[in-house]
């Protein structure tokens, strides 16, 4: 089946999807609309020699490694509206600077780097840099729908592929997260959990009630979700009962008194999942391909699925076809806009093209 085909299968089963739903009631809300994002979004091809070296030894992790992004900015421009960061901790500066000669890596703060000492190659190795190269997108388009960051916290042991171990994160590395944040961002180009929380008792509660901002008052700005192991966002979230003065929203379950935000990686799997959640009002991130297999079998199968899902974000290696494999698999949303309405929420008023267009 053609792309162009797969695409008005999916809008069909969209419109029979959102036909069997009242309509939502009130302004459009940001858990109403569905983006395409990208995976690992600073990330850069690894250097020829780096690759083959890894590909003699592990040719399966070789493959999983083997594409790359374009600079942020081109992302925006073409209608990424959901990036992923990978951080490092370094506070002292240097620690993942063996075998380089970039001087970022000398400095104090967080490195964005997806494989310390190995898989180093980033568009912007400060988180500092990363995200003013974002901010500055941001001014330059103050309409723009809400954009999430995610964020994968790197713990790694990589000595064993010849890479660098990364530090661990302890409770100041994630306060020192969140500060580096704000230092950056300005408070009102933020949307964190006391927001959306309000008056609710938890975030969930206010989650469930639809407390989150209208598209309106969304519209130019970020907010941020940490996509992590249950350890790691029980670690950033300490004693809070949900969020109470952090930057992020976690990855938890649906029962936590601090859900909002939900990874849901397979849309095929748990497709069924991420419909009933995305209709109770949590945000769900889904991925449309993985470890570069649909792209090189120009396999539209879960992109389809994921696009289908309601998912708020769905995130792709390709927003561009990469040209070495046949059959140009991408991901974009149809009708060059950079948003649309949920698929399964029901908004039958919901125009995608007074949302946000590619320009």
């Known amino acids: 089946m053609t792309v162009r085909s797969n695409l008005s299968l999916l809008a069909l089963l969209g419109a029979a999807a959102s036909a069997s739903l009242a309509p939502a009631p009130g302004p459009l809300k940001l858990n109403d609309l ?12 690894m250097p020829p020699e780096t690759m083959a070296r890894i590909r003699a030894s592990y040719p399966a992790i070789a493959t999983m490694l ?16 959901q990036l992923e960061i990978d951080v490092n901790y370094d506070p002292e500066g240097g ?15 967080f490195k964005v780097l997806h494989i310390a000492g190995l898989d180093t190659s980033s568009s912007c190795v400060l988180l500092t840099d990363c995200l003013r190269i974002i901010l500055r997108w941001s001014t330059a388009h103050p309409g723009h729908v809400p954009i999430m960051l995610m964020f994968n916290a790197k713990d790694d042991r990589n000595a064993w592929l010849g890479g660098i171990d990364s530090l661990p994160f302890d ?4 306060d020192s997260l969140d500060a580096e944040i704000r230092s950056v961002m300005p408070k009102h180009k933020l949307i964190v959990p006391d927001e959306v929380q309000g008056h609710y008792p ?9 407390n989150w901002p209208t598209l ?26 949900s969020l109470e003065g952090r930057v992020f929203f976690i990855n ?33 991130r889904t991925r449309a391909d993985a470890d570069t297999k649909e792209a090189r079998a120009n396999d539209p199968r879960r992109r389809d699925a994921a696009l289908a899902s309601g998912a708020q974000f769905v995130s792709t290696d390709y927003l561009w076809p990469d040209p070495r494999f046949a059959g140009s698999y991408r991901v974009r949303l149809p ?15 919901c125009p995608d093209a007074a949302l946000e267009h590619v320009r």
């Open 216 to 241: 309106a008052k969304a519209r130019g700005r970020f907010l941020f979700a940490l996509d992590e192991s249950p350890a790691k966002v029980a670690a950033y979230r300490g004693t809070r009962r």
């Open 34 to 45: 569905s983006v395409v994002g990208t995976h690992n979004s600073y990330k850069l091809a």
């Open 66 to 81: 083997d594409y790359a992004h374009r600079p942020l900015g081109e992302q925006l421009d073409a209608g990424a509206r």
């Open 335 to 349: 009708g060059g806009v950079a948003a649309r309405c949920s698929p399964v929420r029901g908004r039958a008023e």
């Open 202 to 210: 938890t975030l969930r509660a206010a989650v469930l009630a639809n």
């Open 95 to 109: 620690h993942y600077a063996r075998g380089s000669s970039d001087p970022a890596l000398l400095k104090p703060g």
């Open 171 to 174: 409770a100041a590395a994630w």
């Open 252 to 284: 938890t379950d649906e029962d936590s008194p601090a859900a909002a935000y939900l990874t849901i990686n397979d849309p095929i799997k748990e497709g069924d999942r991420i419909r009933r959640d995305v209709m109770a009002g949590y945000l769900v």
